[in-house]
């Protein structure tokens, strides 16, 4: 079988304290059988403008007015995924973890892969892993290649049986699935705001904050 594995970030690069930094960085992919959901959240999307709600040049949980998201969460309840997001705090984050954010970024896709992809893919599978492209297109490659890196170390398949792509959000809508779903969780953590969460808590098999544990925050 191939999977279909989609995923998202939330968070920003800053490590310091301030009301426009996030307090946490979060990875999250969510995996489908196929890609059908894709082709009817389309077909939602023509709904909701045949209804004139609001819409954006797709969706984008943290843009979409509350009538837009109401819709699409009750959408994503009528089918059967699964989630797997990492949280990391970022000031618990030593100084050799952070030190570009192409590391940290790479360090947040290690910490989920390594222990949620034996639950992803068998032996006996196909994995197929779409990123939502990240910052500004002229930068996009060396993050390409920190999952590519990460990929090489925890996939167990032959290297003729997965792929990468890395697409902008706006292009395909299982991508805008995992936004939605990243935008739940990081509402949770960010804002203590469990409204969405709890729409697709059902959903998620794995939500791990890393350093959980650590008591040191190094800002």
């Known amino acids: 079988m191939r999977r279909h594995v989609f995923a998202d ?10 009301q426009n930094s996030s307090r946490y960085f979060l990875v999250c ?6 890609c059908s959901i894709g082709n009817d959240l389309l077909s939602l999307r023509r709904e909701l403008a045949w209804e004139d709600l609001p ?3 797709y969706f984008h949980a943290s843009a979409d007015k509350q009538a837009v998201r109401d819709r699409v969460f009750a959408f994503l309840k009528n089918y059967d995924f699964k989630i797997y997001a990492q949280i990391l705090e970022k000031s618990k984050a030593q100084p050799q973890v952070r030190t570009t954010s192409v590391r940290f970024y790479q360090h947040a896709w290690l910490y989920l892969l390594r222990h949620s992809m034996p639950l992803i893919v068998s032996s006996h599978d196909e994995l197929m892993v779409t ?14 290649l920190a999952v590519e890196d990460v990929l090489n170390q925890t996939v167990r398949l032959p290297r003729d049986k997965w792929r990468t792509a890395f697409w902008p959000a706006a292009s395909d809508p299982c991508i805008q699935i995992a936004d939605y779903c990243t935008w739940a969780i990081q509402r949770k953590w960010e804002k203590g ?7 697709i808590r059902e959903r998620i098999v794995y939500e791990y904050d890393t350093w959980s544990h650590g008591k040191k925050h190094h800002y």
């Open 9 to 18: 970030e939330a968070g920003d690069f800053a490590f310091k304290r301030g």
């Open 29 to 34: 992919v969510v995996v489908f059988d196929d």
């Open 55 to 57: 819409l954006g040049e």
């Open 131 to 144: 990123t939502a492209s990240i910052g500004q297109k002229k930068g996009q490659a060396v993050f390409s």
């Open 193 to 199: 705001d469990s409204r969405s969460y709890d729409l």
